[in-house]
């Protein structure tokens, strides 16, 4: 239409359009039947060059799909290059019009003895006529003998491609390379038999097409809900085996019973580990948007906070250094007492003051002992809770999709860990340490009190 009105010389006014204005005019004007085929085609090829790939797709489906021949005259009369080049690259076209419109590009004359990849492609490309290989090959080796040899050299080692033409790829390049000529010369010896090739391409062929029906049996959608269900489930098993009790600190009750102070502290960095690892953290938000993906709106949005130990409900076993005193205490005062109730009945020894130092060192010795089996006990019974109680209820919720209490129990897994730690420093103490009780501080008969004195003084008396 410009042309028309530059010979007829009529001076018309033409609206400013937008882009995607004058991009909808011209799908409009590519796809309808009814006009002249070159419009259309005009309008084809300004569609790609103003959409490139996505252009090209939709001038593609304007245009009818076995009519695109007309690319190669187009190229010869040095219009839609970069249409043809697209065309020439795609696969999804047929191949005799894909090696005409590539012929095209070959003796196209770039600046620069510029050699579109297209025509490489379709040179290198074994499901192509070897005919039309040697005659790409050569179209560009007529125009930039040099940019040539590498394409002759293609077409020269394939054993696809048959004898003739690859002597006559030999032949061409012994007028551009010598050197590159005798190599490909000598190679052929040592090219498989032309059945021999076509049988593995073929073979490659069928296995390309079986991996493309596998992808495609993959990306439908039960394939694709079997898979997020298949990596949800892995998930969770990853949860539940980190705090099984078959290898999570299993030995810490050896340890404890051998006073394996390294094997102790060993246990307590895997448990504290384990509650503390970032990676169980991400794995609850993966599971939170996969299910989000798999079942849609049943589960609220993911969270990007992490747990927070102040919304945690603090339902393990403690035990505070108060209260390990205070049970020692108790301890020794019920032992003292047992053995007031024997000397009343039964009566002092001999030397009350031995007596009272054997009660002492007894008492003190058995009430050390005690301490420390409660501050073990304290450790086992904080293991136990973690592995058959509160990981399991973690690994529980999360399999329900009630992710709000799964980090909450992790909150609590946390705040068990600090306990842990906790109890171990009051384990590794109460092992290290002598336990001394005085009996003075306690309340005693007038009789005992004064033979007491006497022991403490260091002057017996019966």
């Known amino acids: 239409m410009q042309r028309i009105l530059r010979l007829s010389g009529v001076s018309v006014d033409r609206p400013s359009y937008s882009l995607a204005e004058s991009v909808l005019g011209l799908c409009y004007v590519a796809g309808t039947k009814g006009l002249p085929m070159g419009i259309r085609h005009r309008a084809a090829d300004a569609l790609v060059e103003r959409g490139r790939d996505v ?6 489906y304007l245009l009818p799909r076995n009519g695109w021949g007309w690319l190669a005259d187009a190229v010869r009369e040095g ?19 894909r090696m005409r419109v590539g012929l095209a590009l070959a003796e196209y004359e770039y600046p620069g003895s510029y050699v579109p990849s297209a025509v490489e492609q379709l040179v290198a490309d074994p499901a192509a006529a ?27 080692s394939d054993p696809l491609v048959q004898v003739g033409h690859r002597m006559e790829a030999i032949r061409k390049l012994d007028e551009i390379d010598v050197v590159s000529a005798e190599e490909m010369r000598a190679s ?48 969770l098993d990853d949860l539940r085996s980190r705090g099984s009790a078959d290898w999570l600190a299993d030995d810490l009750d050896d340890h404890l019973a051998e006073s394996d102070w390294e094997g102790v502290s060993q246990d307590v960095a895997d448990i504290c580990g384990l509650v503390r690892d970032e990676d169980v953290e991400s794995a609850l938000r993966l599971l939170e948007v996969l299910t989000r993906v798999r079942y849609g709106g049943e589960v609220g949005p993911a969270s990007d906070e992490g747990p927070s130990n102040a919304a945690a409900g603090q339902d393990f076993p403690t035990l505070s250094r108060r209260e390990l005193e205070e049970f020692a205490r108790t301890e020794a005062e019920r032992s003292w007492l047992v053995w007031k109730g024997l ?3 039964h009566g002092w020894d001999d030397d009350p003051s031995d007596e009272l130092d054997h009660q002492l ?5 058995r009430v050390g002992e005690s301490i420390c089996q409660k501050a073990g006990d304290h450790l086992r019974e904080l293991w136990n809770h973690l592995v058959w109680e509160l990981w399991p209820a973690l690994v529980g919720a999360a399999k329900e999709r009630d992710y709000a209490s799964a980090r909450e129990h992790l909150a609590t897994a946390r705040l068990l860990a600090d306990e842990v730690q906790h109890a171990q420093t009051l384990w590794r103490d109460t092992s290290i340490e002598n336990y001394s009780f005085d ?12 033979v007491m004195e006497d022991w403490r003084r260091g002057t017996g008396r019966r």
Request: aromatic fraction near 6%.
């Open 55 to 60: 252009g090209y797709a939709e001038a593609r």
């Open 79 to 97: 219009w839609a290059v970069w249409t043809a080049s697209l065309f020439a690259e795609d696969e999804t076209a047929p191949m005799k019009t």
């Open 130 to 156: 070897s005919a039309d290989r040697l005659a790409l090959a050569v179209a560009v080796a007529q125009r930039a003998p040099k940019e040539a040899v590498s394409l002759l050299c293609c077409v020269a």
């Open 188 to 235: 052929q010896t040592r090219l498989p038999p032309v059945q021999a090739a076509r049988d593995r391409q073929r073979a490659a062929v069928e296995q390309a097409q079986q991996e493309a029906e596998a992808q495609r049996a993959r990306e439908t959608p039960e394939a694709v809900m079997g898979r997020l269900e298949s990596e949800v489930e892995k998930i």
């Open 343 to 345: 000397v009343e009945k």
């Open 361 to 365: 060192h007894e008492v003190d010795q």
């Open 439 to 450: 009996p003075m501080t306690m309340s005693w008969p007038h009789e005992f009190w004064l």
